[in-house]
């Protein structure tokens, strides 16, 4: 009874890890700009002689939903979307790249333009951007950055910088623990792509709320059938053990 106990308390504790996933996407789902992750299950069979029969449940997350969200109207000038499979590109406490494809950005007291999470804006040569003195600030529908100088006139526009626009193989990209997409060891580099940005508007999750509830419903079921397997076998094993000790 030992195998049906085991291969029940795997089953569980994988669905378990499933419906941990599948909360952190419903928790999200009001998450400007965020990706729900996959989830699935596979077997994973027990190596060494004699185990090959043996399997278990594993459960996986193999891949994030690039899918774009709901374009929000916020009308709010530092809030940016790119279209279609666009990215911008901004730096990582750690000091690499990822890439988001919506920011809500904010201009610190030192002038570092930077997310609300606090990851500072590359520019098209990768360097972090940073805004002199300024009585409004644009950015156009190539990424292009301008603003107007705290001491300048009111229609005095200059252009500051541009942002980093890619195109990446969403394949090629992995999102990490911290919710940062990057790209995956090995892939080329990319460089400056044609992409248009809206300005005064953000994209919103693409999480469904109702399929990731009907999910959650789902996984409970496994996982009490998981436990009523374990049950049953607890059940064989007392049965086994009260038929051994009749003399």
Do not use: C, W
């Amino acid at each position: 009874m030992d195998r049906m106990l085991y291969v029940a308390m795997s089953g569980a504790k994988e669905v378990m890890f499933a419906q941990a996933n599948n909360t952190n996407n419903l928790a999200n789902a009001n998450t400007d700009g965020f990706k729900k992750d996959f989830n699935i299950f596979r077997a994973q069979h027990v190596e060494g002689p004699g185990q090959h029969s043996r399997a278990y449940a594993l459960d996986e997350r193999p891949a994030t939903d690039y899918s774009a969200g709901a374009i929000k109207v916020t009308g709010r000038d530092l809030d940016v979307v790119t279209h279609n499979r666009g990215f911008m590109a901004i730096q990582t406490p750690r000091g690499d790249e990822a890439y988001v494809r919506t920011a809500s950005l904010q201009v610190l007291e030192n002038g570092d333009l930077v997310t609300v999470a606090g990851h500072p804006i590359l520019n098209e040569a990768g360097v972090p951007v940073n805004v002199p003195p300024y009585k409004s600030i644009a950015i156009g529908d190539d990424g292009t950055l301008s603003f107007v100088p705290a001491d300048g006139q009111s229609n005095q526009l200059v252009v500051l910088d541009r942002l980093r626009l890619v195109e990446p193989d969403v394949q090629q990209l992995y999102k990490g623990l911290d919710g940062l997409s990057r790209l995956r060891e090995g892939a080329a580099e990319l460089g400056q792509a044609n992409i248009s940005v809206v300005s005064g508007a953000l994209e919103t999750s693409n999480v469904n709320s109702a399929e990731a509830l009907v999910e959650m419903l789902s996984l409970q079921r496994k996982y009490e059938l998981q436990v009523k397997m374990m049950e049953t076998s607890k059940n064989h094993a007392q049965k086994s053990d009260s038929l051994l000790s009749v003399r």
